[in-house]
């Protein structure tokens, strides 16, 4: 599966943004999905995910009861909506998907398939 990330930008402290994750190739709804993010000279670091039902989704703690992932099959897309906006959460986001299930990977997050990133700055 062919993945790529969009939605990122600019955007003032406290403000909002909608990544999209768009798979192409393959029926995204068979894939757990993650969101990832790396900032300048860190390591690249988990943020959330969620199942291929949407039955079960996690999230950093560093971003809970800020960021919400979502999906919709139909539209082979998965989003993260993130909200209340730090200047820490500056970062390259990247979606993933893989075929096991998501108990499994996040134990590892050892996705298999990787999409290009998008850059989001939170401006203070």
């Known amino acids: 599966v062919q993945l790529q990330a969009s939605g990122g930008g600019l955007v003032q402290a406290g403000g909002s943004l909608r990544l999209s994750c768009v798979a192409s190739?393959?029926?995204?709804?068979?894939?757990?999905v993650g969101w990832f993010r790396q900032a300048p000279g860190k390591e690249r670091e988990f943020v959330a995910a969620?199942?291929?039902?949407?039955?079960?989704?996690y999230s950093a703690d560093s971003v809970k009861g800020r960021f919400t992932i979502s999906r919709d099959n139909a539209k082979n897309t998965v989003y993260l909506q993130m909200n209340s906006l730090k200047p820490e959460d500056t970062a390259v986001y990247c979606c993933?998907?893989?075929?096991?299930?998501?108990?499994?990977?996040?134990?590892?997050?050892?996705?298999?398939?990787w999409g290009q990133g998008t850059e989001v700055t939170v401006s203070s």
């Open positions: 969620i199942s291929r039902n949407s039955v079960s989704t």
């Open positions: 993933a998907a893989d075929l096991r299930g998501l108990g499994f990977l996040l134990g590892s997050l050892d996705f298999g398939s």
């Open positions: 190739g393959r029926t995204l709804g068979s894939y757990s």
